[in-house]
């Protein structure tokens, strides 16, 4: 088993910044793949953004692309997501993935976390 605990969401202005945080815990982080995913209300779940078990290679959404990072460290067993020159419709329930044979996706995840909530007010 692999618990994963999302933390650093919030409410924050167009335009500012939020680093979200995972903690995981259970198994070996660094066998991992990890993910982080998005739900907006009324909506489903969405990627993000994706990383290797080394994090040299990071995979996103084309909605983010250019202003979210996604980086990770395995002797912390915590991955990031940098988020920066947010928008309100960036607006969602964020979530943590593991998926231990191939990225997470949203039908395909090992482990999710509880999630964190982000707030972009215009």
């Known amino acids: 088993q692999v618990q994963l605990v999302e933390s650093g969401g919030g409410l924050v202005q167009t335009g500012g910044s939020l680093r979200l945080s995972c903690a995981a815990s259970?198994?070996?982080?660094?066998?991992?793949?990890m993910g982080w995913f998005r739900q907006a209300p009324g909506k489903e779940r969405e990627f993000v953004a994706a990383?290797?078990?080394?994090?040299?290679?990071?995979y996103y959404a084309d909605s983010v692309k250019g202003r979210f990072t996604i980086s990770r460290d395995n002797a912390r067993n915590t991955v990031y997501l940098q988020m920066i020159s947010l928008k309100p419709e960036d607006t969602a329930l964020y979530y943590c993935?593991?998926?231990?044979?191939?990225?997470?996706?949203?039908?395909?995840?090992?482990?999710w976390g509880q999630g964190t909530q982000v707030t972009v007010s215009s």
């Open positions: 990383i290797s078990l080394s994090g040299r290679n990071t």
């Open positions: 259970g198994r070996t982080f660094s066998n991992y793949r």
């Open positions: 993935a593991a998926r231990y044979t191939n990225y997470p996706t949203t039908v395909e995840s090992d482990y």
